[in-house]
């Protein structure tokens, strides 16, 4: 299993600043996944930050607007760059700790832009 | 790519009785895990129930048990015995280690409601 400390849990954020949202993991992890959701609307993948490499971006989410850090094998930060009031969102990190293990997520961060 | 399909966007039953929530997915893929998750008001994912594709035997969990139809690509919850604290966002989820690593794509969501 894998317990993940998400932060910060909510925040309230002037358009065109910027946030960064930080998930630390009790164990080491190969790779972290970076996912965003919508007001009513399901889970999207951001990201996935690989230790040692830049994250691999899925269609639609670029670097320059969500850069990802990933500095060692139990943390990653996402930015949210530019923010405006689409950004509002829940983001959430996520670790699978094994191949046949389920996936663990992070509290989650609420994101609204004003 | 694969895709993960929940058809009711809500659903409601009443405490105490039984509901199931539908899931439709489509890979071509052979090995690949489904899950099904709970997200309550505080946001939390929490894990309902998991099914590797490779066992034939439905997953059971306590309350939850799941009918996975492999040929049909379907994979329904049913939670027995409703409880109040199982109102929240249900979501189907789909994995394979084969092409998608360990990424999870989800269904769009079922809202549950329990009626006291």
């Known amino acids: 299993s894998a317990v993940i400390s998400q932060k910060p849990s909510r925040d309230i954020c002037q358009r065109g600043t910027s946030l960064t949202i930080q998930c630390q993991v009790d164990s080491q992890v190969t790779m972290m996944f970076w996912y965003r959701q919508q007001p009513g609307q399901s889970l999207t993948l951001i990201a996935t930050a690989n230790q040692g490499s830049e994250a691999t971006y899925e269609s639609g989410f670029v670097i320059d607007k969500f850069p990802i850090s990933r500095p060692n094998l139990t943390f990653s930060t996402l930015t949210v760059s530019n923010m405006s009031p689409e950004d509002s969102s829940i983001y959430l990190c996520s670790v699978v700790p094994g191949k046949n293990t389920e996936a663990f997520f992070g509290q989650g961060t609420r994101l609204t832009v004003v | 790519a694969q895709t993960v399909t929940q058809s009711q966007p809500e659903m409601s039953v009443q405490e105490a009785e039984t509901v199931t929530l539908s899931c439709t997915y489509d890979?071509?893929?052979?090995?690949?895990?489904l899950f099904w998750y709970k997200q309550p008001p505080s946001r939390q994912m929490i894990l309902v129930i998991r099914?590797?594709?490779?066992?034939?035997q439905n997953a059971t969990e306590n309350r939850f048990s799941v009918n996975f139809q492999k040929a049909a690509k379907s994979f329904s919850l049913k939670i027995s015995d409703s409880q109040l604290g199982d109102a929240a966002m249900y979501f189907c989820a789909y994995r394979s280690e084969e092409t998608s690593g360990s990424r999870l794509t989800f269904g769009e969501g079922t809202q549950l409601t329990v009626n006291p």
């Open positions: 890979t071509s893929e052979s090995d690949y895990y």
């Open positions: 099914q590797e594709a490779y066992k034939q």
